[in-house]
């Protein structure tokens, strides 16, 4: 049953980006279209997105260009991420003891410009997390045996916690494309494997994660726009999907300053 849930959510994901990359190339195909059946409206169409485009462009351009991301432009991203604050709900609510909890990883993006509509560029990347670390994470303790044989020895204790993911479903959405600084909303899932059971004894050790957040990319040059710096915050949940008999949810807040370049 937890294979087919893992397999089932690995599909559901690759399902996810396939729909994604079929809805921007019907949309472009269906302007295409409408321009060949209604010349006259689509080139208002045309005239007015132009406008828009060309007003936010004329504000950064310099020798006639911007820094905006071409379609198709591919890049690498290294992204290093630190969660400071104990993971808790926003609500605040624990499901266990989180304190002195923090996360952090390391992420190697390969990232995709799928192409700019209506002043927003729209991002796919595959994400993959060579480490993760789990600081105080909450383990079994093999010294305890019960409270009366071993009274002085607590049922668990703090470890270090280390494991590594990928992330297949990643979409990021940039604001004002033609902009130095840009603003951007991004969503994206996928699956961690640690080396000890994460983030208590009685969950399981593969979880799944899930996450969404904002931040600035700011491209440091017009001639290659995709060289850029970001800085970012994710609200990052992992939990093993009811795969177990407890299902704990780790939501950390994570922030992150990345760095991409062409490939």
Known sequence: MQKFVIFAYIYFLSAIFLTAGLTVEAQNSLDNQTSDKNPAEAA???????KTDQDDADSEKIEGRSFKLKS???QIEIVPAFAPIQPVFFSGRKEYNTDG???SMINLRFTRT?????GVTYQYFFELTPLAVAFNNEVTNPKYISGTETPAESPTIRKTAYGFG?????FRFIFKPNKRLKPFFQVGAGMMFFNQKMP???ATWY?????????????????KPEKAFTLSYRYFHISNFNTSDFNPGYNANVFSIGYSFSR
Do not use: M
């Not at 799928?114 to 209506?118: E, P």
């Not at 990928?166 to 990643?170: D, E, R, T, W």
């Open 44 to 50: 208002d169409k045309k005239d007015a997105v132009e």
């Open 72 to 74: 198709g432009t591919k």
């Open 101 to 103: 909890r923090r996360f």
């Open 114 to 118: 799928i192409g700019t509509v209506r």
């Open 166 to 170: 990928f992330q297949p479903a990643n």
């Open 200 to 202: 208590v004894p009685e």
């Open 207 to 223: 979880n799944f994660t899930g996450d969404f957040g904002g931040g600035l990319y700011i491209s440091t040059s017009r001639e």
